[in-house]
């Protein structure tokens, strides 16, 4: 979610250039403030991680944000999203607050969840998260659902559903994505193509041409860089805008990359991808250097914004953790709660 | 509110003031039909729902009411419109999916089991999902090996799912509109045999709570746990028994989750014997965990070990002098009970 | 199966024409004549259960003989194939016998289950069939799994995964057919289009184009008249061939339409198809109708050959319903066997 | 064969003559590995099961012994490729699926109960399907609700179906050969959380038969029936009760389906108090059939109800401190028993 109202702090009143200039540059710097947002917090959990403060395992969306942030760009705040065990980033781009989603990554009782959902569950309607889902795939239908419910409610929402690649192996997914295509709802199934499906690469899972499937089931398709969030942004608010007309589901296709391992405990990783793949998409193909390269080639931004997002966004991040840190566990009462409504 | 006795398997002569005779099948259609008029958010999904009304024809008329943006006929794609169902359930709509055998939900177990069953207490209270699944149960309809399984003890067996089993027209539409009403996933099992059986219902408004057994005959010597499609044959075992000085307590629990543990309990400390019957296979099935509570709860109360009829444990052959070896019947009831009275 | 060596039974030595003519007539005969089997086969099933002689229900494959026919011939007999609920056609035109086939229909101790699986679930694996299947798209993992095998083995056989329009709903074909062009397995997927799921036409049920579904998984795909069973062998006998070469898999989409209900019970049909519609179908597009003519035109075979076989066929139908009606049922003490192996 | 008597916890200082000490991991991967190389038909097929060896590295090397022709990485298609599976076994190999958390089981559900689990029978013996379905069971990981299951109790409700829950790598090694060589779909399940548990096993080649309960430790005073994970939490109990004065036997069924009642039933009457413990949700889970299996056969002989110990009955919460409290301790085990035997 992206504020779509700026004002400037600026003295004289603006030239009618200079204010469309500054709207500009404000929100790509937004943009550029929540994958950087997504990047530190992942950063954060791994550390957590890796001092042994984080319960369990996480899968760090770090190297991935263009996709979440520039598809959530596109969307009100009452659309939906569905997520999947790689879902800190979608999590976060569509609104959520850092405190409580690390608190739910530790298990504590403000966690969005309340601490029984975890990294690979975490949910937050007030946003229009309905969940990560840590079944690959799981949420195909829940988002088509989701879809008809806008659709009969007419309430001109639409709905996202984020998934890897690898998803592209679920016979669910096919199932959805047909009565999507049939009954014309408002959804959106963004595949976030990372060439992997967790130690395998994706040219041994998933046979002919990836774009041809979702257009077999007569779903409008279209293939974008996932690293660069422009263009991310600018395909899904074509293909946001189509499905609240009324003009039927889409399938955007973003080629990214996952920087760090399928998940933080993944450090090994040499014998299913070389280091030199990985230094290469960091070099080259890093979503924050490219938004921030445009921004300077454009005149748009300077170091000294770049420096005072990154000063913000690192307290936040500091001042989340140590929310969390400090936040209580949940009453082990809470075990039994929350079976039945 | 508590049903007249009148005889529910042959058709009375005159119902009494304020109450119909209608089968199972109708009780089923006009739960339906009142819950989507009191409440647009219910809507139907599944499998020839809409014109054909289900091969049952369970169902036909509602398309022509409802129309067909809430009778939605679907491709043959239970994982996915169940999927779509739980989806349409978490954001503001009250669906009711269709998997016309119960076989076939082996087809939608994540969604139903991984997804419905969890989203509640995985999202920490804050999302829930009021899916009602109607499904159908029941064997010896010369259907064979993959469209006669009762598979409801899978689904009683995880938290966060509901279970309800009617046995009977009057409980069938009062506690489907219980199930629509509730905000949990509830699988709603219909014995595919029963659509025809007869019996009264009010003339007006009612619901059945969840969790309360129901008492179907009262007797004092034996008690016979049913449930479902094997509620009938208790009732006729427990007419044999009458004639044979045995007076049976027929107890339907209606719901195996939750389930009325007091109401067995109770019964089985005033009769000290107990059988259980359930169509479902027998090995780890509903009667395993029936006869368990019961075996715990009335412990220092029991005469004899409880006892247990399930359905054979193999697979539905289709041949009929083999389907009708694997489902308890009246027969079978009675010899298990004269045993354990001490009359052979 | 065909037989593929023929013998003339006439007195001089033919001539290399002659001969390849009197070998196309007997081959096409030979189809015609399984085609027949299956439609009186099903007449007979029919009448079975209006004299409620037979328990439970069946789906008919009438109208439909061109597409198991005209596969089947391109097999060998140690070919494997998979069927369906509509599967007596398969089932016969892979070489089952029809005295015990109507034995299982009846629940009989001779049929081909011993009376367990009925209708639904006809399996001989002497003639390669492994099974019909109740699961609308059941079998599409069991025959990819079987062409796996054939694979591994190195045994040179293939196999057909026979499913209805209606299998396409199902999320597990997608998940096999992909698997089939990854390890370029040796099976062949046909599809009996017959345009309806049950009571609803699948242009209700089915979004997109039905041929782009098999093709975007990398998969081999050809469409033919279901009911011109020269037409469905042609292609078979490519598919196979290619298939048995190791050039990976197939799918076959025939055209066809069942000239009966659902199952025998459906009577009142109007309400989902017309009877012109059915009218239409019976009086153009008969595959027995159809062969017949073209032999006829083609100076192949005349009214003699036609009665001759309808006699022959009628012989067999009549002597196996016999059978059947004669046959024990199993032994009480049967059921509790088979359970394991 | 029985096994000497060390420590299966506690890594003994010299394993005697003949004997070896082994992970329950390496028991797995050693099982599956002679199995490989006596018979060519055995091949494995799952995710990430080749290069990877699985997030559990349980299979790490047998691609490289075996090649990728025999170890076969599958998308991620839990119905698909136990589909495969299935055609495999009906057609002359002898595959091992690889479903990686048992959670996953809900995907593959038709395949596994309504094709692998009923081909023999529906074809009148005539087809058969030698399948093994490797998966996992287990809480207490911090995976949250779709990643720590114990589903067992599904598939020992299925005629057809054999299931296998090795708490030991002697019982791992023997159980996981036997499953191979066995001509039905056996589900086999492993506790995530045991594969670093050592143990020994015989240097030379073994199996252990199905059916065949296990005493893991003799007593007298309580018999403690305990499956998978929970023979450690049983055995920790037992040594906690033996200070107390209580002397529990503790057994492991080993197999769900076939269930060795006899030796349940036998136990119970020597003891007359039985505790029934197991991973699973306890309503309608595994504790249930064993519980009604002892208390019918053993039913003169207890002076107690037979009690049950599963996991709570919620979805498998993320917090750890919360999940902690959803599987069976030995402390609530030594509770249990002591209020059964009357000391409290
Ligand atoms: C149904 C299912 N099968 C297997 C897994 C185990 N698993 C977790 S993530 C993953 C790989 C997913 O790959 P992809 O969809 O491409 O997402 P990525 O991790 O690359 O973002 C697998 C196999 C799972 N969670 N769910
Ligand atoms: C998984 C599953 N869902 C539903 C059914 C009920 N059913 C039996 S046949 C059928 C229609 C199948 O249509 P199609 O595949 O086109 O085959 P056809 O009957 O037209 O030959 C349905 C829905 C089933 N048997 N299996
Ligand atoms: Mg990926
Ligand atoms: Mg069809």
Redesign the interface.
């Known amino acids: 979610m992206v504020s779509e109202h700026i004002t400037s702090s600026e003295e004289r009143p603006l030239t009618r250039d200079e204010a469309s200039r500054a709207r500009e540059r404000q929100f790509w710097l937004s943009l550029y403030e929540q994958m950087l947002t997504i990047r530190l917090f992942e950063e954060q959990v791994n550390e957590l991680y890796m001092s042994a403060k984080m319960p369990g395992l996480a899968h760090l969306y770090s190297g991935e944000e263009a996709v979440a942030v520039g598809v959530c760009a596109a969307l009100r705040r009452d659309d939906?999203i569905t997520s999947t065990h790689r879902g800190h980033g979608h999590c976060l781009a569509k609104g959520a607050a850092v405190d409580r989603m690390f608190a739910e990554l530790l298990g504590k009782q403000p966690?969005?969840?309340?601490?029984?959902?975890g990294s690979m569950?975490i949910?937050?309607?007030e946003s229009g998260n309905?969940?990560a889902?840590a079944?690959v795939g799981?949420?195909?239908?829940?988002?088509?659902?989701?879809?008809?419910?806008?659709k009969?409610?007419g309430s001109g929402q639409v709905v996202v559903c984020f998934f890897g690649d690898g998803a592209l192996g679920q016979?669910?997914l096919y199932?959805?994505m047909?009565?999507a295509a049939?009954w014309q709802l408002p959804v959106i199934y963004v595949c976030e193509n990372n060439l992997y499906n967790e130690y395998t690469p994706n040219s041994e899972t998933t046979a002919g041409d990836m774009l041809a499937r979702p257009r077999a089931f007569g779903i409008h398709t279209e293939e974008v860089d996932g690293q660069d969030v422009r263009a991310v942004y600018a395909a899904a608010v074509r293909l946001v805008e189509r499905a609240r007309r009324g003009e039927g589901p889409a399938y955007l296709h973003c080629n990214t990359y996952r920087f760090y391992g399928h998940h933080v405990g993944d450090i090994q990783r040499s014998y299913y991808r070389s280091r030199e793949e990985e230094e290469w998409w960091k070099a080259q193909r890093d979503p924050l250097k490219l938004l921030g390269s445009w921004l300077r080639e454009q005149g748009l931004a300077e170091d000294s914004h770049f420096a005072e997002i990154e000063r913000r966004v690192r307290a936040l991040i500091e001042a989340g953790v140590r929310f969390a840190l400090e936040a209580p566990y949940p009453d082990p009462q809470e075990v039994a709660?929350?079976?039945?409504? | 509110m508590s049903m007249p006795s009148a005889s529910s398997t042959a058709s009375a002569p005159q119902a009494p003031a304020g109450w119909r005779e209608i089968t199972l099948g109708q009780a089923i259609r006009e739960a339906l039909a009142e819950e989507m008029r009191r409440d647009s958010r219910v809507?139907l999904l599944g499998?020839?729902v809409?014109?054909?009304g289900t091969?049952f024809k369970v169902l036909s008329g509602l398309v022509e009411e409802f129309g067909a943006?809430r009778v939605i006929?679907?491709?043959?794609?239970e994982?996915?419109?169940?999927?779509?169902?739980?989806?349409?359930?978490?954001?503001?709509?009250r669906?009711v999916v269709d998997i016309m055998f119960g076989?076939?939900?082996?087809?939608a177990?994540?969604?139903i089991?991984?997804?419905a069953?969890?989203?509640?207490?995985?999202?920490?209270?804050?999302?829930?999902?009021?899916l009602v699944v109607r499904t159908t149960l029941g064997a010896t309809?010369?259907?064979?090996?993959?469209?006669s399984q009762s598979l409801h003890?899978?689904f009683?067996?995880?938290?966060?799912l509901?279970v309800v089993l009617p046995s009977t027209p009057y409980d069938a539409k009062g506690l489907l509109k219980t199930a629509i009403r509730d905000?949990?996933p509830v699988l709603f099992f219909e014995d595919k045999m029963m659509y025809q059986l007869r019996g009264l219902v009010p003339e007006g408004e009612y619901t059945i709570p969840f969790g309360v057994a129901d008492i179907k005959r009262e007797g004092s010597d034996l008690t016979i746990v049913a449930t479902s499609s094997m509620v009938q044959v208790a009732l006729a075992a427990a007419t044999e028994l009458e004639q044979l000085g045995i007076s049976a307590e027929v107890i339907d629990p209606r719901t195996?989750?939750p389930?009325d543990k007091q109401t067995l309990i109770e019964s089985a400390k005033k009769t000290s014997r107990v059988i259980v019957v359930d169509e479902?296979?027998q090995?780890?099935?509903?009667?395993?965990?029936i006869?368990?509570v019961i075996?715990?709860?009335a412990?220092y109360y029991?005469d004899?070990?409880?006892?247990?009829l399930g359905a054979?444990?193999?697979?539905v052959?289709?041949?009929?002098?083999?389907e009708d070896?694997?489902v308890p019947t009246p027969a079978a009831v009675v010899e298990m009970a004269k045993t354990l009275c001490g009359r052979v």
């Open positions: 939906y966690g969005y969840c309340r601490g029984k959902g569950h949910a937050d309607q309905l969940g889902n079944i799981g949420s195909a239908g829940i988002a088509t659902g989701a879809a008809l419910s806008c009969r409610r016979g669910l199932e959805a047909n009565m049939l709660q929350h079976v039945y409504a | 809507l499998e020839d809409a014109e054909a091969p943006e006929d679907t491709p043959i794609s994982a996915g419109f169940t999927g779509i169902g739980v989806g349409l359930a978490m954001t503001g709509m669906p076989d076939f939900l082996t087809l177990m994540d969604q089991v991984n997804q069953a969890k989203v509640h207490y995985m999202s920490g209270g804050k999302l829930k999902v009021p309809r010369r259907s064979a090996a993959q469209h003890a899978w009683s067996h995880i938290p966060g509901k905000d949990n195996t989750s389930l479902g296979y090995s780890y099935g509903v009667t395993a965990e006869a368990a075996s715990e709860g412990f029991l004899a070990p409880v006892k247990r054979l444990d193999v697979p052959p289709f041949s009929p002098v083999l070896l694997t």
